[in-house]
């Protein structure tokens, strides 16, 4: 298999959870040339960074044709998909357009599968996407964590931005968004949660998360924690910030593709995961070392001392 492309849309968090079938297909093809058509800023985190050799944004005009039936289709595009080996796909396609285009194209070959998890699927989700293998007898049976690796440049920027630090400072990384409201804790409880931590342990200074979707609920804490030790990381590109969660002593956050981010930037680091109405099942990040927490019907009724109790246990089992 020379050249291989995988069509992948969808939030950073769908991105994250398709990384162990790019580890299926690199263990498979090391040599290979792997390609992503999607969104660039998300797909960079694995750009160069052992799984992708190449992204192309899918965001682009003449691509929309591929949605319309007996298209005229751009010949450049036509030579671009026609020139890999492998494509696989997870578009959205529900009456069969965007893959009768593809065909048109003459690529090697063609696996398609649908980007939504079943309702009724309750197994990891990296577990869902890694069937579109299964034509090529690869399977994920094994571990179904995702797994990052930064480059030298990434952990340099991050070192560079934490210039400054005392030594011996231990950092805590919160995230206070996610993809939906109904997905996230009350603001008010992320501002009396990061008092009570820095309360109780003098060395602890807060890594304040910030996206572009977040700065309401970002501005809020930090006026709430102007008074506190705290770094607010702004829309950092995500390698970077990739390796600063690798810096830090243990993260708290949302059912979110940054709480994936922190817990595939590094094995062994704590996670406070809090979860809403979706299906920590499927898409809580799985490693052991995730904690889930939920209210008693919505995040609403989450407790902060209940969410503070399992913080303070995590930070006694770190040296």
């Not at 036509?78 to 069969?96: K, Q």
């Not at 690529?107 to 579109?132: K, N």
């Not at 979707?213 to 770094?231: G, S, V, Y």
Request: charge should be negative; proline fraction near 8%.
């Amino acid at each position: 298999m020379k050249k291989i492309l995988l069509i992948r849309g969808g939030a950073l968090g769908d991105f994250i959870v398709t990384l162990p079938t790019m580890r299926l297909l690199r263990e498979q093809w090391p040599e290979a040339h792997i390609e992503v058509l999607g969104h660039p800023r998300l797909a960079e985190i694995a750009l160069q960074r052992y799984y992708l050799n190449a992204v192309r944004s899918v965001n682009h005009g003449p691509l929309s044709a591929f949605f319309t039936p007996r298209a005229v289709l751009d010949p450049a595009w036509m030579d671009y998909i026609g020139g890999f080996d492998l494509v696989l796909s997870y578009f959205y396609d529900p009456d069969g357009l965007f893959g009768t285009n593809l065909k048109r194209c003459d690529p090697g070959r063609i696996l398609t599968y649908p980007p939504r998890v079943p309702d009724e699927f309750d197994q990891p989700a990296a577990h869902y996407f890694a069937r579109i293998l299964k034509p090529l007898g690869l399977e994920l049976t094994g571990d179904a964590a995702s797994e990052l690796f930064p480059s030298t440049e990434d952990e340099n920027a991050a070192a560079a931005f934490l210039t400054g630090l005392n030594p011996g400072t231990r950092l805590v990384a919160i995230h206070p968004g996610s993809g939906g409201e109904s997905k996230n804790w009350p603001v008010e409880s992320w501002a009396e949660l990061g008092r009570s931590l820095t309360n109780s342990a003098a060395d602890l200074v807060l890594l304040l998360i910030e996206g572009e979707a977040d700065t309401e609920n970002a501005q809020f804490l930090m006026e709430a924690w102007k008074d506190l030790p705290l770094l607010r990381a702004r829309w950092l590109p995500l390698p970077i910030l990739t390796a600063l969660l690798k810096k830090t002593i243990f993260y708290l956050g949302h059912d979110s593709g940054i709480t994936h981010l922190a817990a595939a930037s590094r094995s062994d680091l704590p996670i406070i995961a809090l979860f809403g109405p979706t299906n920590p099942a499927v898409w809580a990040p799985p490693r052991a070392n995730v904690r889930v927490l939920k209210g008693r019907e919505t995040l609403n009724d989450l407790p902060v001392a209940t969410v503070l109790k399992t913080a303070a246990s995590l930070l006694e089992i770190i040296p």
